[in-house]
């Protein structure tokens, strides 16, 4: 996975092997090397990351961010939007980090203190309180109530990959993304000058944390 993340050109020569791994398998025949990837020759032979792509061995990639979820109730398909086969590659990560009990009692009462205190001032000062802040403090609530019964609490985070192996599809290949995500009511925001980072955290499969938080 590590090796065809990087360069795609690989991904035929990887299936060849593993037929063949098989193909000797089912003879009762002894392979002569093991049908993967070394681990010293997973990572790419060059790299270079650039302020709106990142470049690595014989393919270009672009990631994004997640910057915000559908806010009505989806079905299990959400997603497909995103992950359906096209022309170029994608690939998606969800990064999701448990929280301590402690941890989580005070991210859960921060939340629905200021969710409190903001219609609290507005009832004081006489004015409407608005649906939106009215949600926001039931939502804090019920996340309280959850806490106190036993239930957890996690920060996530996700990413989204697309490459391409010509320079001349690029631009082509994330306007389609932006518009699958768009349909799908999912907004995207390019990492700009973090490519490389963003490529780790989207397209490769090696557990990276979530950066710690800032207020």
């Known amino acids: 996975m590590l090796r065809t ?34 681990v010293g020759l997973a990572g790419p032979v060059a790299a270079e990351s650039a302020r709106a792509h990142y470049s690595h061995d014989g393919a270009l990639s672009v990631t994004y961010w ?16 995103l992950l359906g086969e096209g022309e170029h590659r994608r690939a998606f990560s969800l990064h999701v980090e448990p929280l301590t009990p402690r941890a989580a009692e005070r991210e859960v009462m921060r939340e629905r203190t200021a969710r409190h205190v903001a219609v609290s001032m507005r009832h004081k000062s006489g004015q409407i309180v608005p649906e ?6 039931h939502r804090a609530e019920a996340q309280d ?17 697309v490459t391409v192996t010509d320079a001349a599809d690029l631009e082509d290949a994330c306007s389609a993304l932006e518009a699958d995500a ?13 490519q490389d980072i963003g490529f780790a955290c989207g397209a490769l499969p090696v557990g990276m944390g979530l950066p710690k938080k800032r207020w």
């Open 182 to 194: 768009s349909g799908a009511r999912i907004e995207l925001q390019r990492l700009w000058f973090a």
């Open 66 to 81: 997640v910057a915000e979820w559908p806010r009505n109730k989806v079905y299990s398909t959400a997603l497909a939007p």
């Open 5 to 38: 993340a990087f360069d795609p050109h690989s991904a035929r020569m990887l299936a060849e092997r593993r037929a063949s791994a098989n193909a000797a398998a089912v003879r009762g025949q002894e392979l002569a090397a093991e049908p993967g990837v070394a």
């Open 132 to 137: 939106h802040e009215k949600q926001a403090l």
């Open 145 to 161: 109530a959850e806490r106190a019964a036993g239930h957890g609490l996690v920060r996530f985070s996700a990413y989204v990959t």
